[in-house]
């Protein structure tokens, strides 16, 4: 199978770039989160998007995606306008087959775990990430507040166990893990290797990754392109980052490859 795989396109903040007007043949589309925001106008660009009409999509909701709404609200939101398109799956902790490939999505909020500092991770993340002052989240008694540490830690283990349930039914093929946070400390870019802010951008997976052996994992967040292995499974981003804008023609991550094309 021929997968059409990016990530962090980051349409919200209005760059002059679209998605190509033609590709090299593929058979799937995945993207990996930070569309637009929210998820249904995600949703719309790819429905919009020639490149992409006819060929199913995979894609899984980054954390830009959540911006100015209620979390739960958003995917309901979300949810509503994919399903009236047939050819996008929505994967928010949900798998679908496609021609006898397994794809199994979730966001991945992160655990903040990655360091060792869990508590004093999550004190700055709090403190320091964009995420816990846009996105609010609706509390088990109805009450909506904003969207904390605690919260995303939260998520994280409903994510992972998720995907570890479905990395443990058996599957005669391929099997794709699509998240939008990182699932390895290897994902981490060069120039933030130390920073103390890892712990919110990245979990340490490895252990269900070698355990299971997926074929491919795709995922999103940061703004640089990773290739690398994990055991047998191969751990990939594609991300455009920023831009361009008027006047700088240069996306983020000069490394982004709009028309990446890859086999499982």
């Not at 816990?132 to 994280?156: C, Q």
Request: proline letters at 9%.
């Amino acid at each position: 199978m021929r997968l059409y795989v990016v990530s962090a396109l980051h349409l919200e903040t209005g760059p002059s770039w679209s998605f190509p007007k033609q590709l090299p043949d593929f058979d799937v589309a995945v993207i990996a989160g930070d569309l637009h925001c929210p998820v249904a106008r995600s949703i719309e660009q790819i429905a919009s998007a020639p490149v992409l009409q006819g060929k199913p999509v995979v894609f899984v909701p980054g954390n830009h995606e959540f911006d100015g709404g209620v979390l739960q609200d958003v995917l309901v939101d979300g949810f509503g306008l994919a399903a009236t398109h047939a050819h996008i799956h929505l994967l928010h902790r949900r798998s679908v087959t496609i021609s006898g490939v397994r794809f199994v999505g979730a966001t991945l909020w992160t655990d903040y775990e990655l360091n060792g500092t869990t508590r004093a991770s999550m004190i700055l993340a709090g403190h320091e990430m964009p995420d816990h002052k846009a996105i609010r989240f609706r509390e088990p008694s109805g009450h909506i507040s904003r969207f904390m540490p605690w919260h995303t830690r939260r998520e994280h283990k409903l994510d992972r166990a998720f995907i570890e349930a479905e990395l443990a039914l058996p599957f005669d093929g391929p099997t794709v893990v699509v998240t939008h946070h990182l699932p390895s400390r290897h994902s981490i870019a060069t120039r933030f290797v130390g920073t103390p802010l890892n712990p919110a951008f990245a979990s340490e997976l490895a252990p269900p990754i070698v355990a299971f052996q997926p074929a491919l994992w795709v995922h999103g967040h940061t703004h640089h392109s990773n290739d690398y292995r994990i055991g047998e499974t191969r751990i990939l981003s594609n991300p455009k980052g920023y831009g361009p804008f008027e006047g700088k023609p240069r996306t983020e991550n000069p490394g982004f490859d709009p028309a990446m094309i890859i086999e499982v």
